[in-house]
């Protein structure tokens, strides 16, 4: 009971906002998972999911590349994982639509790849980058930007899977009659 008590005086207390930041990124994380996980584990795409996740340490890397060595002065990790792992997506998408290739031999060249520059890029950077900070975090360094961030990425997914859920659930669940109804099944795959 006094872990309980310690845990909500630190969550309200102005001297840890560091603890605050935490427990709502936590909340705010929970969401995420509770629409996208539901999505990834009725397609069985974890694979995909496990891909793309590893596959912005290559953003991260060439961000932080970037960054170090003057280039693009103030370019955050952040966006650099961003817009890898929207790329990542993309083209593991459209590979997967238009070749007869199979989707995991894709998903996994895709996870390689992307590791291999984020580790190329990083080794490559001036100073000391841990790879492993990246790839696994620490919730307790969330701040207050990231958390914003959160929200509006919590927004967009949300809004997203309320407006599009009857063709989301099509899909998931039965491409082939979905696309006999009519769904753009592509476009909701991608």
Same mark, same amino acid.
């Given at each position: 009971?006094?872990?309980?008590v310690?845990?909500?005086?630190?969550?309200?207390?102005p001297?840890?906002?560091f603890?605050?930041?935490?427990?709502?990124a936590?909340? +705010?994380? &929970?969401? /995420?998972?509770?629409?996208?996980g *539901?999505?990834?584990?009725?397609? @069985?795409?974890?694979?995909?999911?496990? #891909?793309?996740?590893?596959?912005?340490?290559?953003?991260?890397?060439?961000?932080?590349?970037?960054s170090?060595?003057?280039?693009?002065?103030?370019?955050?990790?952040m966006?650099?994982?961003?817009?890898?792992? +929207?790329? &990542?997506? /993309?083209?593991?998408g459209?590979? *997967?639509?238009?070749?007869?290739? @199979?989707?995991?031999?894709?998903?996994? #060249?895709?996870?390689?790849?992307?590791?291999?520059?984020?580790?190329?890029?990083?080794?490559?950077?001036?100073?000391?980058?841990?790879?492993?900070?990246?790839?696994?975090g620490?919730?307790?360094?969330?701040?207050?930007?990231?958390?914003?961030?959160?929200?509006?990425?919590?927004?967009?997914?949300?809004?997203?899977?309320?407006r599009?859920?009857?063709q989301?659930?099509?899909?998931?669940?039965?491409?082939?009659?979905?696309?006999?109804?009519?769904?753009?099944?592509?476009a909701?795959?991608?």
């Open positions: 009971m006094d872990n309980l310690g845990f909500f005086g630190a969550l309200a207390s001297d840890f906002p603890v605050r930041n935490a427990f709502f936590g909340l +705010l994380s &929970s969401v /995420l998972f509770g629409v996208l *539901s999505v990834v584990t009725v397609k @069985r795409i974890a694979g995909l999911a496990g #891909a793309i996740s590893h596959a912005v340490l290559g953003g991260i890397g060439i961000a932080l590349y970037l170090a060595t003057g280039k693009v002065p103030g370019l955050s990790p966006v650099g994982a961003i817009v890898f792992a +929207l790329l &990542s997506a /993309l083209i593991i459209t590979v *997967s639509l238009k070749s007869k290739q @199979r989707e995991d031999t894709v998903i996994q #060249a895709i996870w390689a790849i992307g590791m291999s520059i984020g580790v190329l890029f990083m080794a490559k950077t001036p100073g000391y980058t841990d790879p492993s900070s990246y790839l696994f620490n919730i307790l360094l969330i701040s207050s930007q990231d958390l914003v961030l959160l929200f509006l990425l919590d927004v967009v997914v949300v809004f997203l899977a309320w599009f859920y009857p989301i659930e099509a899909s998931a669940f039965d491409e082939e009659f979905a696309q006999v109804r009519g769904i753009p099944t592509r909701v795959f991608l």
